[in-house]
């Protein structure tokens, strides 16, 4: 067994390093107070490969697998949060599901410029009524002549309000359900009848866009079903499954930050005559921290390599998820409470974090949803079928 | 149109930590990095490149590690990539260096621009670009910090000099050393630097590729021993009212001019 990281692998975090230290680091507090996507921090990012990192060569990406996006997601985390979920949006599901399950066509046409950064993509599935129960959404695709007519409106789209190309999921039959009854389909923002609705006040991450997708009338050609037509849920649920380890990768990268920045303080505020580095309470949770993330970094890296050699890995990715978001909210609350009241001022960017942490429990299926996969995968070899 | 870069790997600053009164270095994490300026000299090739279409080859002498840093080289856009490495070439100094530096640049031949950086940040000799130039023959502008022509086999640039610049021309081919603020290196793209492990190679040569013999390579320069320099004292300081402090300072400015 090698734990190394391969060499290219190095040198490709050692450049998302510095790019985000010296491009997205600057804007991290800009955005958020200004509620504002970093759009000339995608451009650059668009020039050096970043937006399309998973995705072969051929289709514009960088080939660097999930490995290279799970390296990306952490280290662009580290610093900025908001930037990293736009990234996210657009690259671990957005253009994911069109590379997963879209034709040779489709990627020429659709993932290529996703993946060169040309264009933005977006992943389009919740509803009013519709979140952890994804099955339940009610938009309607009705087919008319060469064309699909879609009807609905969609609800916390993060890069909805500027994404270029979406990936929707919409009920195609409402007596089948998930199975056969609903289809995905990828839509440009020109298409007749699309239209972007109330974007959302965020509690954080307000450097990333959430909004409404409206879909009035929207009249899509039949060659964009993606996927098989009906098999829309499952497409769109094997999106879901890569992408949970990615996310686990994202909180890696914050509960680090959290653990350096906390590091660093100890080592310089004085109380009680002495660095508070000396003091047994703050070991205590810097140890806890340290121990929690090197868990979370061997879950994440060893699943990215389940990914990338073509194993079973969706137990492991939904782990990386709960776990990951869930170690962030310890460490970002460890590290406010070393950092006292300057944790707790808007001067300092811990603050932000914590605001920009709480996400990662809820959004691309919240904790209860994870546990629900985890637990589903262990007792199926069983004979036990668990359904939320 | 080729141009030559010879780059050297160091190690990272950012990895140790200098401790003076144990008079030690403490090596925190051995990573080992481009030469920061090399990476200017890259980059005014790399420029080149887009602008006129050349050909930019990376050279750097050292132990087979040196391997990363001309990957490094490949990634961010040179087309070919030169290991010169062997045990040989272990003791060599700045002269020795150039030496070996030049028969490689020999080899490849047909170069029309060697481009070094000004300065290594771990000796600062500055010696390279000098030793080299006169090993081959070229005519050479140092602390370059712009190229700000090039036709007709003619090339202009603007060097460092004194509180400006001076805009020299040299007929090529010749020797630029560039100056650290000349440009801002680009980041090597994501997919170059997948390729630049996985596609590409680096050539290595030995001492017999280089048709050279460890006599020729005794060194001028030899280490008797390294010791810190003597620790400087604080300056004097000058307290008081801004208006008075300044008028202090300046006349002190004007005695020691």
Not at chain 2, 162 to 167: D, H, I, Q, V
Not at chain 2, 201 to 209: C, F, H, I, N, R
Request: aromatic share 8%; proline share 4%.
């Amino acid at each position: 067994m090698d734990f190394s990281f391969p060499k290219e692998y190095q040198l490709f975090r050692r450049m998302v390093h510095e790019f985000a230290e010296s491009e997205a680091r600057p804007l991290t507090k800009e955005i958020d107070e200004q509620d504002r996507v970093p759009f000339e921090t995608l451009e650059k990012a668009a020039k050096l490969g970043l937006m399309g990192v998973p995705f072969p060569q051929k289709y514009g990406g960088c080939g660097a697998g999930e490995m290279g996006y799970c390296i990306l997601m952490e280290e662009l985390n580290k610093v900025c949060p908001s930037t990293a979920v736009v990234v996210g949006a657009h690259t671990g599901i957005g253009a994911m599901a069109i590379y997963m399950d879209g034709t040779e066509e489709q990627k020429e046409k659709y993932l290529k410029p996703l993946a060169k950064g040309e264009k933005i993509g977006a992943y389009v599935l919740t509803e009013a009524d519709a979140g952890s129960d994804a099955a339940a959404i009610k938009t309607r695709a009705v087919r008319d002549g060469n064309y699909y007519i879609l009807n609905g409106t969609k609800t916390f789209n993060t890069n909805g309000g500027h994404a270029d190309i979406l990936s929707v999921m919409a009920v195609t039959d409402p007596s089948l359900g998930a199975r056969g009854g609903i289809t995905a389909f990828i839509v440009e923002k020109e298409f007749p009848g699309f239209r972007i609705g109330r974007e959302e006040n965020k509690m954080g991450i307000r450097g990333s866009q959430t909004a409404e997708v409206i879909l009035e009338d929207c009249r899509v050609p039949k060659e964009n079903v993606l996927g098989q037509f009906g098999a829309g849920f499952i497409t769109f649920m094997k999106t879901l499954d890569i992408g949970r380890l990615s996310l686990g990768a994202g909180c890696l990268g914050g509960a680090d930050a959290c653990l350096e920045a906390s590091i660093q303080w100890a080592k310089t505020r004085q109380q009680f005559g002495v660095p508070i580095a000396h003091k047994q309470s703050i070991q205590w949770m810097i140890a806890d921290m340290a121990t929690e993330i090197e868990a979370l970094r061997s879950l994440v890296y060893r699943t990215a390599w389940l990914v990338d050699t073509g194993q079973p890995f969706t137990k492991e990715a939904a782990m990386c998820k709960v776990y990951g978001s869930e170690v962030l909210h310890r460490c970002i609350d460890k590290a406010l409470q070393i950092h006292g009241g300057t944790g707790y001022s808007r001067d300092f960017w811990i603050e932000r974090g914590f605001r920009d942490q709480r996400i990662t429990e809820i959004f691309e299926g919240t904790s209860e949803i994870q546990r629900i996969v985890i637990a589903s995968n262990l007792f199926r070899p069983e004979g036990v079928r668990i359904s939320a | 149109m080729r141009v030559i870069v010879p780059i050297k790997q160091i190690l990272d600053p950012a990895g140790f930590t200098v401790h003076r009164r144990l008079e030690r270095v403490f090596i925190n994490q051995e990573n080992y990095i481009i030469n920061p300026n090399d990476k200017n000299a890259l980059e005014t090739a790399l420029r080149l490149k887009d602008a006129h279409g050349a050909e930019v080859i990376a050279l750097s002498l050292g132990e087979s590690r040196v391997d990363d840093a001309l990957r490094e080289a490949l990634a961010m856009g040179a087309d070919q990539a030169f290991l010169l490495t062997g045990e040989a070439f272990a003791e060599a100094d700045a002269a020795v260096a150039a030496l070996i530096l030049g028969q490689a640049i020999e080899k490849i031949g047909d170069y029309d621009l060697i481009l070094t950086g000004q300065r290594a940040l771990d000796t600062g000799a500055s010696q390279i670009g000098p030793r080299l130039a006169e090993y081959l023959g070229l005519p050479q502008a140092l602390g370059v910090r712009a190229v700000s022509g090039l036709d007709n086999g003619k090339l202009r640039a603007k060097r460092n000099w004194k509180e400006g610049y001076a805009e020299v021309e040299v007929g090529l081919p010749a020797l630029l050393s560039i100056a650290p603020q000349a440009n801002a290196p680009r980041y090597p793209h994501g997919a170059r630097i997948m390729n630049a492990y996985r596609e590409w190679e680096v050539t290595t040569w030995d001492l017999a590729d280089l048709g050279l013999t460890e006599e020729e390579l005794s060194p001028l320069i030899g280490l008797k021993r390294k010791a810190f320099p003597p620790e400087r004292t604080l300056g004097e300081l000058i307290t008081g009212a801004p208006d008075e402090a300044a008028r202090e300072l300046a006349q002190l400015l004007k005695e020691i001019q």
